[in-house]
């Protein structure tokens, strides 16, 4: 990740900062697009194991995105790689490796939708953007107007509310 200027963010950086395990996993990897997100995807492919099941150039057809992609930063590609990890539950790992035109912090910052999913994970340093609001008070705010594009991940994230293993508990949604 240190040599792709990688970033970790949605669903997984929210468990890791909650301490929850939520099924299915999947973990969304920002890098710029290019080398770093080229050199990441061969990563995944030749030294992991993970078999690339699609790749989608338009970013507005994604329905993984929590967010809608603004004109000074966009995703160009999302590479969505599996690798089985258990056969006899017949479970599968899943890995989005997105990639952004420009640096992968200002597409987070600027575009989630709601204040439980701004976190990230660097290769070295975690961060909660939102620590008080998301882990304490157990409160989530929209940063952006609600529409069709974001009702998605508003939706997302109050069921994960709802259903996490009684860690999160209930969500206010304002």
């Known amino acids: 990740m240190a040599k792709s200027d990688a970033l970790i963010s949605g669903s997984f950086a929210l468990h890791f900062f909650e301490r929850s395990v939520w099924l299915p996993e999947d973990l969304d990897i920002y890098a710029r697009d290019g080398q770093e997100s080229n050199s990441l995807s061969m990563y995944l492919e030749q030294s992991e194991g993970y078999l ?10 994604y329905a993984g995105l929590e967010f809608v992609v603004s004109v000074r930063n966009t995703t160009s590609l999302v590479r969505t790689y599996k690798k089985q990890i258990s056969s ?3 479970t599968f790992a899943e890995i989005q490796v997105i990639a952004t035109s420009g640096h992968p912090l200002g597409l987070i910052l600027e575009n989630y939708s709601t204040t439980v999913v701004v976190n990230f994970i660097s290769w070295n340093k975690a961060f909660a953007v ?3 609001s998301t882990f304490i008070q157990y409160e989530c705010f929209n940063l952006k107007a609600r529409n069709r594009a974001n009702e998605w991940a508003m939706n997302k994230y109050k069921d994960f509310g709802e259903s996490a293993t009684g860690t999160l508990g209930e969500y206010l949604w304002m």
């Open 130 to 132: 939102f620590p008080f």
């Open 88 to 90: 006899i539950q017949n």
């Open 52 to 61: 690339l099941v699609s790749a989608k150039e338009n970013a507005e057809e």
